[in-house]
């Protein structure tokens, strides 16, 4: 097969599912306390998808966040100059540059700070990373897996085949099935009619393309589970007959603890950084982390494990 005849996954499939895990990235962090000239959509949208964004002080907006690119480099091998170029048609701003300042840069940094000059870099990661690569991995490999589906599925509703040697019994299987659809009396009155579809004493010559959208969706739920453990979204398994071991799901959730702290570490870096510089007190955490301690809690105190099941003195002790 010539490489302009293979099989290709249409750009609307990949599409949607890459703009779906971008949405599920865009909410696992909850931020507090963020001045109100800040909108947190925008700030988590551009972490996972640029990698860096400053948080700076213009005299006319007041604190603000940017997407940004930096350069240079310091002995920490940090980046040290942040850019922004703005496309707005409201603001009057071009370009922001600004000097990346942390508390790792000296004893004296917070009084060396000029807010009107420096600037607090976030990162997504440690060195800046995006989630584009995971992102575009795992899309590609789901709107395959859809593909697979929508033409097994297609499939189903085209069982037979049958030979006709002419365009007048065409027509005759065209209409007869016609017929059918619409639930009429069909009445065969030529006896040539399936004089070629006689396989098996059977009219028709089956596909026989076997129905494995079951398997196929299994496929993509476990292509979902490796996604999310991937990024640190807490998954307990996929979701299929064969139920993962008590010991699979505590291997899963000590995995994705310690991806999702890459993510977290970086953003109160970021948080201790800006609170030092620009005095306020903004905080950041994982979507759901206050429920899970209090149920965590609750569970202590009413003698109840991990599971919810409730445990024996023996176990307790």
């Known amino acids: ?10 750009d609307n499939k990949v599409e949607f599912y890459r703009e779906q895990l971008y949405r599920e990235l865009s909410h696992m962090f909850e931020w507090h306390n963020l001045p109100p000239t800040i909108p947190r959509d925008y700030l988590e949208r551009n972490l996972i998808r640029n990698g860096h964004v400053m948080f700076y002080y213009d005299e006319n907006i007041g604190m603000d ?27 009057t701003l071009a370009q922001v ?20 000059k420096d600037a607090v870099l976030i990162s997504n990661m440690a060195h800046g990373q995006n989630c584009s690569i995971i992102v575009d991995h795992f899309a590609e490999r789901l709107a395959l897996v859809q593909q697979a589906f929508d033409t097994n599925l297609l499939w189903q509703n085209m069982p037979y085949i049958f030979l006709a040697d002419g365009n007048e019994m065409k027509l005759s299987f065209e209409k007869m099935f016609s017929n059918i659809f619409d639930g009429k009396p069909t009445v065969i009155a030529d006896k040539q009619m399936f004089m070629y579809n006689k396989a ?28 999310r453990e991937t990024v640190g979204i807490d998954t307990a398994g996929v979701d299929k007959a064969e139920r993962l071991l008590t010991g699979e799901i505590e291997s899963n959730e000590q995995h994705t603890q310690t991806v999702l702290k890459i993510m977290l570490e ?17 905080t950041v955490n994982v979507v759901g982390a206050d429920l899970l301690e209090e149920q965590q809690e609750e569970g202590e105190e009413d003698g109840t494990g991990d599971g919810g099941v409730e445990e024996t003195p023996e176990e307790r002790i």
């Open 1 to 10: 097969m010539s490489r302009n005849n293979m099989p290709t996954i249409p």
């Open 65 to 91: 966040i940017l997407r940004a690119e930096v350069t240079g480099m310091n002995r920490h091998d940090q980046p040290v100059t942040a850019r922004s170029t703005v496309h707005s048609t409201v603001e």
């Open 266 to 282: 970086q953003r109160q870096i970021a948080c201790e950084n800006i609170n030092a510089f620009f005095d306020t007190d903004i």
């Open 97 to 116: 540059e600004r000097s990346i300042k942390r508390l790792t840069d000296s004893a004296n940094i917070i009084e060396e700070f000029d807010k009107n």
């Open 200 to 227: 098996e004493e059977r009219a028709g010559v089956p596909t026989d393309v076997k129905y494995i959208g079951k398997e196929l969706m299994d496929t993509r739920n476990e292509l979902m589970m490796k996604f």
